[in-house]
Nanobody
Framework: QVQLVESGGGLVQAGGSLRLSCAAS????????MGWYRQAPGKQRELVAT???????NSADSVKGRFTISRDIAKNAVYLQMNSLKPEDTAVYFC?????????????WGQGTQVTVSS
């Protein structure tokens, strides 16, 4: 069974940095896309950034220039370096991955890691 496990969340002051990590276990394949989403209290889950195995990147305008996504395809891992953090970045951050298999997409989610940015 495929599992995504996040780590690296925590409490940081505004202007600080955090690095999130997500590692997949139980998979015999590489994901087509891995990335990060976040959900703040009372809000819908939203895209933060994704990175395909082909190198194609996608990110929210609100994090461009501050957050950097990277992958280690051999380890089936994805990372999110977050710099210049703002209080509005406070949310639960979820690792996401998907792969095309058997004619359809299979999606996977991690359990989430809390990021809290104090002002």
């Amino acid at each position: 069974q495929v599992q995504l496990v996040e780590s690296g969340g925590g409490l940081v002051q505004a202007g600080g940095s955090l690095r999130l990590s997500c590692a997949a276990s139980g998979s015999t394949f590489s994901f087509d896309v891995m990335g990060w989403y976040r959900q703040a209290p009372g809000k819908q889950r939203e895209l933060v950034a994704t990175l395909g195995s082909d190198g194609v990147r996608n990110s929210a305008d609100s994090v461009k220039g501050r957050f950097t996504i990277s992958r280690d395809i051999a380890k089936n891992a994805v990372y999110l370096q977050m710099n210049s953090l703002k209080p509005e970045d406070t949310a639960v951050y979820f690792c996401n991955a998907w792969v095309v298999r058997g004619g359809g997409r299979s999606y996977y989610w991690g359990q989430g890691t809390q990021v809290t940015v104090s002002s």
